[in-house]
C-alpha cells in the first residue's frame, strides 16, 4: 500500500545509485522520478540541528545557555513542578530538554494557518519531566528551536537554514513550503495513507519547519546531506561545522542521541541518521558514518516505514553493512510457564508509552505504538519479533533470573524500558483494585505528568480489545489524577457512549469543554446528544 518511493544509496563516501520507483498518487500513470519532491518529515530536524549548531559556531547562541534569554516572542510557560529557567539549547536539539509532543494538529488548505508564534501561544506547550533529565523525543522542542532562531536573527528560520545549510552543500532541490505553488505541486508527490488510499488534503501543511514539517526534498539532495553528516562524523570537513561543533553534534547524549541525529552502537560501529514520518510520507537517512556508507528513502505511505525497513535489509547484505540481517525465528519454542515470566507492562521514557505484554492462549502477544494484539514471534529464549511494527522485544534477566528491563527496537529506534508492577492488572478482571492501588500512589503520578498520556493509552487499547468497563475505570482513574485535562474527559466520554451510558458521556464532553472550550470534538458530541435528548 505505498504507491512510490524514491531513493539513493552511498558507498565509499559517495552516492552510487538513485532511482525513483511507483507512482506519485495511486490511481495515476505519473511515475516518482528521481527529481520528484516529496515531504522529508523529521529527517528535516538534521538540518534544523545543522542550522542552529552554525549559530552557535559564530556567536549567536550558546548550547548551555538557558534559552529564556533568547526567545521574545514567546515563553515557556512556568511550571509548578519544574524550572523553565534551566531549559537550554543542548536539551532543546537531545529531546531532554522535558517539554511534551502534542503537535499533531494539520491543517487543511482552506485553513487560516497561524504563524508560528500564534502556534506556539495558542497551545501552551508546558514541560512535563525535568529538563536536563531522561531522553524524550518531541518535535516541540524543534518549534521552540525555530522561534528562537528567528527572534535572535530577525529573519525566517528558512532563510538561515538556507544560508547556513541548504547553500553551502548545493542542495537546490530542497526547500520549505506550507502551500505549494502550481509547479512544486506537480514536481512532488501525495500523501497516502495505511490502505493505500490518497489524503484528502494530498500534502500536510504545519505553521513550522525546524521539526521537518513542510520540508520538501529529493533523495540526492538528502545524500549531499548524508555524506556531509559523514565527514562531520570523521571530523574530515569544516563546510558548515567547526571540528569542536561537530564533536559535539556526535556526541552520544542519550543511549541512541546526539545533537538532531540518531547515534546507535552496532557491532562496534555506529548507526547514525534520522527516520520522518508525518502524514503520508515516510523517510529515512542511515548509514555507518566510519564506513561511508549510507542510504536515503523517500516513500508517499504510512506503511512507508515496513517497506523501507526491507530494502535497507537488502541493501546492508548487498553493500556489507554490519549489524543489520534478516533474523531467523526460533524452531523450538518456550512453553506457556516459561513465556509467563515475560508478561507484564512495561515503561518506554523514549516514547512516554507502554509496551504491554500478555498471554493468549500458548502465545506470547504485545500492545505497543499503537498497535494493538501483536504476535511475538520467537528468535530465541529472550529475543521476539513483532512484525506489526517489524520490531524486536528483548528481554533481561537480572541476576535473581526476574524480568525488570526490556528494549524495543528496530532499524533506527532503540527504546529501553523498565516494568511498573501493577498496571498490568488494569487489563484483568482485577482492574478495580489495580486502580484503588495506583490511585494510594496519586502524589507519584501527579509529579509525572506525562502519565496522563500513558493513562489515556492504556484507557483506548482496553477499548480496543472490547474492555470497555476496564477502560472507564482507567479514565476515571486518570481524570482524579490529572483533573484539569480535557483530553481525558474527552476519553471518558468516549468510553461511556462506547458503553451506552448517554447521560455520563454528556457529563463527561461537558467537563471536556469547561477545561476547552475550543475542543471541537467535545463541542460536537454535546451538541448532538443535546439534540438527541430533546
Request: hydrophobic share 40%; glycine share 8%; with cysteine.
Amino acid at each position: 500500500n505505498v504507491p512510490g518511493l524514491s531513493m539513493a544509496i552511498i558507498d565509499k563516501g559517495e552516492l552510487v545509485a538513485i532511482k525513483g520507483y511507483g507512482v506519485v498518487e495511486v490511481g495515476d500513470d505519473m511515475p516518482i522520478k528521481p527529481e520528484t519532491h516529496f515531504q522529508i518529515g523529521s529527517t528535516g530536524k538534521v538540518i534544523a540541528a545543522l542550522t542552529t549548531l552554525a549559530l552557535v559556531d559564530e556567536g549567536t547562541l550558546a548550547l548551555d545557555a538557558g534559552v529564556e534569554q533568547y526567545l521574545r516572542s514567546w515563553s515557556i510557560p512556568e511550571s509548578d513542578l519544574f524550572d523553565v529557567s534551566s531549559v537550554t539549547l543542548r536539551q532543546l536539539l537531545n529531546h531532554t530538554a522535558g517539554l511534551g509532543d502534542d503537535y499533531s494538529e494539520r491543517f487543511g488548505l482552506a485553513d487560516t494557518i497561524p504563524s508560528l508564534t500564534e502556534h506556539l501561544t495558542n497551545n501552551s506547550y508546558e514541560l512535563i519531566k525535568e529538563p536536563g533529565g531522561d531522553y524524550f523525543y518531541t518535535g516541540v522542542g524543534y518549534i521552540v528551536l525555530e522561534q528562537i532562531i528567528e527572534d535572535v536573527t530577525g529573519r525566517s528560520y528558512a532563510e538561515i537554514a538556507m544560508e547556513k545549510v541548504l547553500l553551502p552543500l548545493g542542495m537546490s532541490d530542497t526547500f520549505f513550503q506550507i502551500h505549494l505553488t502550481e509547479d512544486q505541486y506537480q514536481q512532488s508527490s501525495k500523501a497516502h495513507n495505511r490502505n493505500g488510499q490518497i489524503y484528502s488534503e494530498l500534502y500536510p501543511r504545519y505553521p513550522c519547519f525546524a521539526p521537518g514539517t513542510c520540508n520538501w526534498s529529493t533523495p540526492a539532495d538528502m545524500a549531499k546531506l548524508y555524506i556531509e553528516l559523514i565527514q562531520i562524523f570523521n571530523q574530515e570537513s569544516n563546510a558548515i561545522l567547526s571540528q569542536a561543533t561537530s564533536g559535539e553534534m556526535m556526541k552520544r547524549h542519550s543511549p541512541a542521541y546526539g545533537l538532531g541525529i540518531k547515534l546507535i552502537d552496532t557491532q562496534g560501529y555506529t548507526f547514525m541518521g534520522h527516520s520522518g514520518d508525518f502524514y503520508g510520507f515516510h523517510a529515512c537517512i542511515y548509514g555507518y558514518p566510519e564506513l561511508g556508507k549510507g542510504i536515503i528513502i523517500l516513500t508517499n505511505g504510512d506503511n512507508g516505514v515496513l517497506l523501507y525497513n526491507e530494502i535497507i535489509r537488502a541493501v546492508a547484505k548487498i553493500y556489507d553493512w554490519p549489524g543489520i540481517q534478516q533474523e531467523s525465528l526460533s524452531e523450538n519454542r518456550s512453553n506457556v510457564s516459561e513465556l509467563s515470566k515475560f508478561v507484564g507492562t512495561y515503561f518506554l521514557p523514549g516514547k512516554l508509552d507502554l509496551l504491554n505484554v500478555y498471554l493468549v492462549e500458548d502465545s506470547l502477544k504485545c500492545d505497543i505504538l499503537g498497535y494493538v494484539g501483536n504476535d511475538l514471534l520467537e528468535i530465541s529464549s529472550t529475543k521476539f519479533y513483532d512484525a506489526k511494527t517489524d520490531g524486536f522485544v528483548t528481554f533481561t534477566p537480572a541476576s535473581d533470573g526476574l524480568i525488570r528491563d526490556v528494549s524495543f527496537e528496530r532499524i533506527g529506534v532503540l527504546l529501553p524500558g523498565e516494568r511498573i508492577n501493577g498496571l498490568e492488572n488494569l487489563y484483568t478482571e482485577q482492574y478495580k483494585d489495580a486502580a484503588k492501588e495506583i490511585l494510594a500512589e496519586k502524589s507519584i503520578f501527579v509529579k509525572k505528568p506525562y502519565f496522563e498520556n500513558v493513562f489515556n493509552n492504556i484507557g483506548y487499547v482496553l477499548l480496543e480489545q472490547g474492555k470497555t468497563e476496564n477502560a472507564i475505570e482507567v479514565f476515571q482513574l486518570a481524570t482524579i489524577i490529572f483533573p484539569k485535562s480535557s483530553n481525558l474527559f474527552d476519553s471518558l466520554g468516549e468510553a461511556f457512549l462506547v458503553a451506552g451510558e448517554e447521560s455520563l458521556a454528556l457529563s463527561s464532553y461537558k467537563e471536556s469543554l469547561l477545561l476547552d472550550p475550543k475542543n471541537e470534538n467535545a463541542q460536537k458530541i454535546v451538541y448532538e446528544l443535546i439534540v438527541k435528548d430533546d
